[in-house]
């Protein structure tokens, strides 16, 4: 599932809530159109209660086809618990972090990456989410229709892709009309 995060910037709660149906490998796209509330026990609309479409480039697919089991039907769970129940933010936060207990613990994905020199420090499962939109939209800085289409597939407006993803470039300079 922490792949799958920083492949995709949805949220976790998004991550939670998905299902096979909703993985349209034929047609190269995620729809996003729930997401699990451990408050309520149950899954609602997203945060911003619209339905997304969300392209499968190659790495996303072959992780999906890696992760999809055989006789897998359309209403399971893409992320679900060894029984069959929904994760949450806790078992998230626990293959983030890890049990931190000397006796019998083990380091989380994050601290494994802060021992390693990965990274300089912890950061929250939502970063994933803030790391895919960053990356992307940077990689994409130069590509209108691209930045759009960004925008869309993780519930943002265009303008707060600009403002908050992307920094402002001082090497550009203005043409001279």
């Not at 129940?85 to 994905?109: A, C, D, I």
Request: glycine share 4%; hydrophobic share 40%.
């Amino acid at each position: 599932m922490v792949e799958f995060l920083f492949l995709t910037g949805c949220r976790p709660g998004e991550a939670f809530a998905l299902r096979w149906q909703d993985v349209m490998l034929s047609r190269n796209i995620i729809r996003f159109s729930k997401s699990y509330a451990a408050s309520i026990k149950s899954t609602k609309r997203t945060k911003t209660k619209t339905v997304r479409m969300f392209p499968i480039h190659l790495r996303l697919l072959e992780l999906l086809v890696s992760i999809k089991p055989v006789g897998v039907k359309s209403v399971d769970l893409v992320f679900r618990q060894t029984n069959g129940q929904t994760y949450n933010t806790r078992q998230l936060n626990y293959v983030w972090l890890g049990e931190p207990t000397k006796s019998h613990g083990f380091l989380g994905v994050v601290n494994q990456l802060v021992k390693n020199d990965k990274i300089s420090q912890y950061l929250p499962p939502y970063h994933a989410r803030h790391t895919y939109i960053t990356l992307t939209a940077h990689a994409n800085k130069n590509n209108t229709s691209a930045l759009l289409l960004l925008a869309h597939a993780c519930g943002n407006s265009p303008e707060v892709i600009m403002k908050h993803y992307l920094d402002v470039d001082r090497s550009v300079e203005l043409a001279e009309v």
